[in-house]
């Protein structure tokens, strides 16, 4: 314990709601919430006052309000939430992924025929215009990505460290039947679709377990060097039969990705991520080791199951995840943002601005899946040829 650290909200939707929820939760440091700031003054008022917090007229105002500021908004604003943060000194948490290519500037911008390599400059750009901001800056970066704060991913690590394994070969899935966000869907708002809204999440993961493997072994990480990826549009091709259950208002991005890895050491792994799988978020990492398989399941897990003949009788309970409907057997997630990580992340991230001690989840990490995501963009355009990473 010292300082009691003040946490600034950017953006009143839904990242900040569950940002604010772990915050209650960050047992590492004294902490207490500053204020929001958001575009759009109702929705932050009404965000504020469930909190009793205090609402900021601008971005600059929050920042020099607090300590640590959480930036939850749509991914083509974090390099600018990020770039003011640290310019003031602050740490700052951003929501994945970390930035993107939003057509900025190119007039009729269309996600589906942008040329990807210059995409991918462009994605590199931002990322090392916060590279540098980073590295002038007092402040640090917490790249918010959950999956690395997950307890199965935190049990993983310290099998690989103490196993002293090899990591072979990777799975990692995000799917579920489309995102809630209005937002999502169009490009220029989201820098893409499945493949960097849902497979940033095993991506980053896995990066970071053969980054501990790497230094667990040999005391530097093992990172990627190419990727190969193919990505579809499948509720967007006129053949695709609507039944009504699978969202399919996306305007210029795909629903369906698949990326295959290869790190320094020859290994692999590959991500699946799509908009079209039924039942419940299936959040799920498999890792095959030359002395144990391990399966990380995020989502669905077994912990609790609960059966009823009619969903009727649960209208007014959370049951789990995007799940289509509540009768029947579900897999009912009595702590899903336990097992997601996210007061775990929040926990780890205050500990680090309070003691100056190491983030796993940093701008490194970061860096690392967004050029593998927008190198993947590049290879799915020329029909899923392997293409060479570059390093930041
Ligand atoms: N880690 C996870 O599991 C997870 C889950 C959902 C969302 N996210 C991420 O969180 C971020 C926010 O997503 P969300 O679902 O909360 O979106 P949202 O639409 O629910 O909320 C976004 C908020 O930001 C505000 N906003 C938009 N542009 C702004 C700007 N330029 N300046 C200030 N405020 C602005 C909006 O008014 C809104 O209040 C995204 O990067 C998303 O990818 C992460």
Redesign the pocket.
Known sequence: MGKKLKAGF?????????HYDALCRVFSAEVEAAGV????RE??EA?AAERSMKVFGS?EELIDACDVVH????????E??VVEALRRDRDVI????FTGYFGQGVEDFNGDTFDRRKGLEEALGSVRRMLEAEAASKGRIMY???WVYAPPVQKEKEVIEKSGCQILWMHGEQSHSG??????GIWHL?GGGSLI?KGC?PLTAMLYLKQAEGIARNGSPIRPVSVSARVHAITRMPSFQNKGFIRATYEDIEDFAIVHIVFEDGTIADVFANELSLGGTNNTLTVNADNHRTICNMSHNDTMETYTPSAAFFKDIYVVEKTETKEGWSKMAPEEGWF?G?QHELNAFYKAAVTGGPVDSNSTLAADTISAIYTAYVSAAEGGREIELKRL
Do not use: D, I, W
């Open positions: 950017v953006g009143a939707g839904f990242a900040s709601r569950f700031y958001s575009r759009g929705k932050a965000f971005l930036a939850c908004v749509p991914p083509a604003f974090h600018q939430v951003v929501e994945k992924p918010a990505e959950n995102s809630h966000s209005p937002s999502y989201s809204g999440h997601l996210y």
